[in-house]
């Protein structure tokens, strides 16, 4: 049972560049959620979507895109990679009160 | 509108001496409350949680939480630290209908020998 898969693990992007995080689960949770982490500030939320079809704004969504593609994929997407983007990024899903997190994906913007 | 706070971004303890990481949330509404654990370079794995009922929680690896309503708090304890508890700990509060989690900065827990 995989979980909440992220791809890729790590990523160097230049300022400018475009990319998407990959995010799927397999648990066949209707909420999945985008949280960004970094020192001192614990994890934020981007943006989540409670089920297929519906995406709502967190608390740092500028700069950010996403795409629930279907119930198992949630995708999200630099257009323009700013270093201030530097960060952890985590996918998870959720199953009543309890949320279930990837392993996550460590993004440098240079 | 919901938030947390812990108390220490970093906390020391000995092998064998008493863990107590602090939480305190706010909330607007009846909250759920979560403690997290990290491992380096891993992701997020659920320690216990409060919903209804009981207001000690017991969750793995030995810790528990009393989620104490007067005092809006939800502090995690253990009895006696092991080497393998040194990681980072979140709180985290999310109301009745789950959708959005809030998370505390952290609270890294070194356990020395």
């Known amino acids: 049972n995989a979980g909440v898969t992220q791809t890729p693990k790590f990523q160097v992007l230049k300022t400018g560049q475009s990319m998407t995080l990959q995010c799927a689960q397999d648990m066949n949770h209707n909420s999945m959620y985008w949280y960004r982490q970094d020192p001192g500030m614990g994890l934020r939320l981007i943006y989540y979507?409670?089920?297929?079809?519906?995406?709502d704004k967190g608390e740092v969504p500028n700069g950010y895109n996403v795409s629930r593609l279907n119930k198992r994929e949630f995708s999200l997407r630099l257009e323009s990679a700013a270093p201030s983007q530097t960060s952890v990024y985590f996918c998870?899903?959720?199953?009543?009160?309890?949320?279930?997190f990837g392993q996550g994906t460590r993004l440098t913007v240079v | 509108a919901q938030s947390v706070t812990q108390l220490g971004s970093h906390v020391s303890v000995s092998e064998g001496a008493l863990v107590l990481l602090r939480c305190n949330y706010s909330?607007?509404?009846?909250?759920?409350l979560f403690w997290y654990v990290q491992y380096p370079n891993q992701g997020l794995q659920l320690l216990l949680k409060y919903t209804t009922g009981a207001t000690l929680v017991k969750g793995i690896n030995g810790f528990e939480a009393e989620f104490k309503k007067s005092e809006t708090s939800f502090h995690l304890t253990k009895p006696s630290a092991h080497m393998s508890d040194a990681a980072e700990y979140f709180c985290a509060v999310s109301g009745a209908l789950f959708n959005k989690f809030y998370f505390g900065s952290g609270t890294k827990l070194n356990v020395k020998p």
């Open positions: 979507s409670a089920s297929e079809g519906t995406t």
């Open positions: 998870a899903s959720r199953v009543g009160p309890e949320a279930f």
């Open positions: 909330s607007s509404v009846p909250p759920y």
